[in-house]
């Protein structure tokens, strides 16, 4: 195994999760990828085989039947799916940020309902935030949510939902007041039956949202128009606090994100390292060139320093300590890099990099949904610079 992106400290269960992802990336994912991602289908086999590997209930506690793991075995389990096919890391990274949300803020009832079975799998989750017209501006949402008895009548429409169509669990941030600000929001728990189409009364996903790259995983809308939802379903069990929860998911969001980065950025290098050692010109292997050398070792000390910043925003989240500086810098460097060392792979395949038969086509259009999702490289900046003149 190369020397790039070891983590040091790591207990022999940790290794061992590691070393078995990697595995299954190498004979399940890698060899699947192509062909799964040219007919953007979703891929059942793997995910079921992440299934077995009980990587859905990764980090849900030993009580509700998941494996209790900590955000740096998350986030080293993502790099290698990742590396595998960043739309498979994308599978599971909606699933526990509902996972998480669901842990830290919900109440004894929620947790006993929905945790046991999304550990297993059964339930899959997804959450959404952004509308039509607001983007990162979370509080220009305008989807509302109206108290009727016992139950919340939703309208609005929601954008970018990974996984909405294969889910069967949706967290949904509302308005509830919307004279409050951020006070004003709730987030519900929405069960859902997978599909496309009206798929509950006054619930309707139109179809996946064709994209660039990121293909497999289905992006989605949900359309509420009458939608009614038990008060129940309110996570946590009071409104008004959903913009903070939200934001606490997408701190793990944040590092997942970066993992994802880490990820692509080590397969691009791995690429660009094998075919440079095996393409000659001018008599010699290109890896012989200074030119060529010297953009592997940039590409090299990028996947190394995603790394460490990644794992140190994970470590710190696991201490119980606020990390949004550091899933801040963590997310905004790893995209960033990412972007950077696949299109130096892209530039030493030469002409071959544009051929959808090279692997690093697919990277070249997946790399840049990192530099947007769970927040712009603009936003992270925002989020970095307001922190650190909190001194």
């Not at 506690?61 to 740096?72: A, K, P, T």
């Not at 990162?136 to 609005?156: K, L, N, Q």
């Not at 460490?308 to 905004?332: F, I, P, S």
Request: hydrophobic fraction near 40%; proline fraction near 3%.
């Amino acid at each position: 195994m190369s020397r790039l992106q070891q983590t040091h400290g790591l207990t022999d269960e940790q290794r061992e999760i590691v070393a078995t992802v990697r595995a299954f990336a190498d004979k399940e994912i890698i060899p699947a990828a192509a062909e799964l991602e040219r007919a953007d289908e979703y891929p059942h086999a793997i995910v079921d085989g992440m299934r077995d590997l009980g990587l859905f209930g990764l980090m849900i506690g030993e009580e509700h039947g998941g494996l209790g793991e900590s955000l740096l075995t998350y986030a080293l389990v993502v790099e290698e799916l990742a590396r595998g096919w960043m739309s498979i890391s994308g599978i599971v990274n909606t699933h526990f940020i509902v996972a998480w949300m669901i842990a830290q803020h919900g109440t004894a009832e929620q947790k006993s309902h929905y945790l046991p079975r999304m550990a297993e799998g059964d339930i899959r989750g997804a959450f959404s935030m952004s509308e039509p017209g607001c983007g990162s501006d979370v509080s220009a949402i305008t989807t509302r949510a109206v108290p009727d008895g016992d139950h919340h009548v939703i309208d609005g429409q929601k954008m970018w939902v990974t996984n909405g169509g294969s889910a069967n669990l949706v967290a949904v941030l509302v308005k509830t007041d919307p004279d409050a600000g951020h006070r004003g929001m709730t987030t519900f728990l929405v069960d859902k039956t997978p599909g496309f189409g009206e798929v509950e009364p006054g619930l309707t996903i139109p179809g996946k949202i064709d994209k660039m790259g990121y293909k497999g995983v289905d992006t989605t809308e949900l359309i509420f128009d009458g939608y009614r939802v038990p008060s129940a379903r309110i996570l946590g069990g009071t409104p008004g606090r959903g913009f903070y929860q939200m934001m606490d998911g997408v701190e793990v969001g944040r590092v997942n994100v970066a993992a994802r980065a880490c990820g692509v950025a080590r397969r691009a290098y791995e690429l660009a390292l094998g075919y440079a050692r095996q393409r000659e010109t001018f008599g010699r292997p290109i890896a012989d060139h200074q030119a060529v050398l010297f953009r592997l070792a940039e590409m090299a000390t990028k996947v190394e320093a995603a790394h460490q910043m990644t794992v140190m925003a994970a470590r710190r989240k696991d201490a119980g300590e606020r990390n949004d500086l550091e899933a801040g810098m963590a997310k905004y460097l790893a995209s960033e890099y990412c972007k950077e060392v696949v299109e130096d792979a892209f530039r030493i395949h030469g002409g071959y990099a544009y051929s959808t038969e090279y692997e690093i086509e697919r990277l070249y259009r997946e790399a840049p949904m990192l530099l947007i999702g769970e927040g712009t490289a603009d936003i992270q900046k925002m989020i970095i610079g307001r922190r650190l003149l909190e001194g």
